[in-house]
């Protein structure tokens, strides 16, 4: 007895301790610490003094048959997250730190192995029932189970979440040091359990029936297809909240859709709606010449901003066995001749794309620093030998027209791995029999102007390609069932990227239906990497980290880079005020803007 009395206490001696919490923090912040204090009145990019009113139009190109945005099935009507409310919300004027919103505080321990929200003991749905701690447990476990599969593999690291009382929820990781952890679980939008699990609703089903939320906003009148309404709610109970303070200023929010792009923007001419985000720079530099322009009625802007653009490009999906060659996807980059293309279709207005980071302080440059080499170093034997040689930069052309020598080196790139030249001018793998052809596939006929003159090119050096634009539904599905050759894609980047690198590029997304690795990318020396970035503990140890993967990502050839855009350039009716400080790292329009009285 004894002895097993001492064995005992020599366990509790050496067990570990369980992670204390610091003091209930009021926002927390990913490296270092929140910009605001605790005592803070409002935001800085926000008119604390902005009249309420008005409504608000804007158009969406496409169309929606589902009010639930959180399932595969259906397409979600655009503004559904008007309508809920997150735990904590991000600020758009810091890198990434979230305060508290429908959590009241946060406590999380130094390691952030757990996290626990402590909500507003007032706060309520919009049928006036009280919001809980076990909505916020049941909202995790419906998204993990019958979400989309973006929230099971976000959120994998969560080992269990419980409600502690009625107004505090725990949530314990099956890891400790990821310092987003905490921050990602904050973005939940939280869901009404006694709204899904009554009068026989089903969670995993499409729905037009305006589901209850908590937010600014709750659904007005619905046209399934053209239209869709958000109307503030007036009674909120979150309006006086520091974070909310001159925010959501608008009566009504109202998305008009159309099919066609040119008919949505002569419906904006024409003043069927309020605010455009102009996209296109052949219409920016040319369209806008009507009356209501020249006459002040419209305002035009470009503001430019510090937002990471992450990558734009034709990717491929490595599935297919034609694009698991490197040397074919080498060789198709080349016949992409971006200068000319954006002197004749952009007015030379775009950067081209060279960066999976791009418009940040995370995106490759010259050769690896020393601190990038000691990330790359022990994986030198996995990685292209380019990555520790030179900058990676995209093929580049005189804007001529003639890229010449260009189609010569992928023709030579070509043959050296194995595809002569076939009798109908369509290159065939010596070892298969397989025909160099493919199908561009979008849901945007605007980049058909892009994408001709590429195809052209690449039916000189012996390829053969098609482009077909296909309905927004029909391309969803494709896109997540992974149906499709090469399509046009934008991978978006945070200014302070973590676990969302895990669904981007994780191996173990490739193959799962749903997730957003698109290309299906299957790369230890990746995977690995991405562990390092989400455990970084400072800001700077995160950005050599991304310098590092970005550089692996770049010499993969994984798509042909397209171009972007370090400003927005803003059309609007003139009938609106706007705060004097613009945030760094969002717009914030919808809630920060208001109508002239």
Known sequence: MIKHALLLATLILFQAPAAQAQDPLHGLAMHGAPKYAADYKHLDYINPNAPKGGTFRQSVIGTFDSLNPFIVKGVPATGMGTIYQTLLESTQDEPFTEYASLAASVEIPEDRSWVIFNLHPNAKWHDGVSLTADDVAWTFNTLITEGTPFYKAYYSNVKNVEALSSTRVKFTFDMAGNRELPLIIGQISVLPKHYWTTEGRKFGETTLTAPLGSGPYKIGTVKPGESIEYVRVTDWWAKD??????????DKLVYEYYRDANVAFEAFLGGRYDFRQENMAKVWATSYESPAVKSGKIKKEEIAHKLPQGAQGFIFNLRKPLFQDISVRQAISLAFDFEWSNKQFAYGAYSRTRSYFSNSDMEAKGTPSAAELAILEPFRDKIAPGVFAEEFNPPKTDGSGNNRDKLSAANELLNKAGYPMGPDGIRVNSQTGQKLEFEFIDNNPAFERWIAPFIQNLKKIGIKANYRTIDQAQY???????????????????????????????????????????????DPVIDALIQQIIAAKTREELVTLCSAMDRILQYGYYMVPNWYLSAWRLAYWDKFGKPDTLPAYGLSVTDTWWAKQ
Do not use: C, H
Request: charged fraction near 25%.
């Open 476 to 522: 969803q599905n494709r896109m997540n069932s992974f149906d499709y050759d090469m399509t046009v894609m934008v991978i978006p980047q945070s200014s302070s990227p973590g676990n969302e690198q895990k669904e981007f590029w994780g191996s173990d997304r490739a193959d799962m239906e749903g997730s957003r690795n698109y290309i299906g990318i299957k």
């Open 241 to 250: 909240l520091p974070i909310n303070v001159g925010r959501y200023n608008f």
